[in-house]
């Protein structure tokens, strides 16, 4: 297999970071920088080398990472790659919290240099929670803005992500792994594969304008299981014509 391109690193670091959203091929092309077309020739090029897998819903084929461990291998790789790139003052920063299993910067302090404060998940242990707390508050005494974190063990990062926690899924989809990137993507995976065996439910367009839904809003469905009555088809036997039955039915509603 050749390498993959910069476009490709991106879906695969996309769909990774945004994994419980549905994506079709014109919608990550505007995120990714690619024509739709050229967005489809990437994804059909992934899917080949099982990286990235397709599943119909109505008439879109929705993309999503397979997580299986080349996928895996591949996104902790370029999880590592975007914060070498866009934080590396923040690995350094926060290099004394050897105790934490994963950190991710996420928040105000990666889109402007007004942020007030600078948000950390931090993932550990709960018997390194000491350790880590004396450390934030050295930081607290240095930085001139405050450190903020969010204090996560493992089971409780998986929990909040299945719920979906959306706060935690933002976290995800739009901060930069400092450290852990291994950790984070078996987390994902585990979460991912749960949400694997969900179903989907596809609002016409017409109802989502009408409704005025949005993404992330909460709608409350109710939900009717049809019956198959094909098994009885030919069962009843009559002289009648269908014509003549179909006559009689409606005759009791005119």
């Known amino acids: ?88 003052r923040w690995i350094k920063e926060f290099k004394e919290f050897k105790q934490a299993t994963a950190l991710v910067l996420f928040g105000s302090v990666l889109r402007t240099n ?15 929670y000491a350790a880590l707390e004396h450390l934030v508050r050295e930081k607290n005494n240095i930085l001139v803005k405050p450190l903020h974190p969010v204090w996560q063990v493992r089971s409780d990062l998986e929990k909040n992500l299945r719920k979906p926690d959306q706060v935690v899924l933002e976290i995800m989809k739009t901060g930069i792994v400092l450290k852990g990137q291994d950790v984070i993507v078996e987390v994902l995976a585990s979460v991912a594969r749960k949400w694997g065996d969900s179903l989907a439910v596809i609002l016409p367009r017409e109802v989502v304008k009408k409704e005025n839904i949005h993404r992330n809003d909460r709608i409350r469905l109710s939900v009717k299981k049809g019956v198959d009555i094909s098994r009885f088809f030919g069962c009843w036997k009559t002289k009648k014509t269908a014509q003549e039955l179909k006559d009689e039915s409606r005759s009791g509603w005119e």
Request: cysteine-free.
């Open 114 to 128: 007004k942020h007030n404060d600078i948000d950390v998940l931090i993932l550990a242990d709960e018997k390194d």
């Open 1 to 88: 297999m050749r390498a993959l391109t910069e476009k490709e690193k991106g879906i695969v670091l996309l769909l990774t970071k945004d994994f419980a959203a549905h994506y079709n091929a014109r919608s990550l092309s505007k995120l990714v920088g690619l024509s739709p077309r050229g967005a489809l020739k990437a994804l059909k090029f992934l899917e080949q080398n099982g990286i990235v897998a397709s599943t119909r819903i109505g008439k879109a084929l929705i993309y999503r990472l397979t997580f299986d461990d080349y996928a895996q291998r591949l996104a902790s790789l370029f999880l590592f790659e975007e914060a070498q790139t866009k934080a590396l």
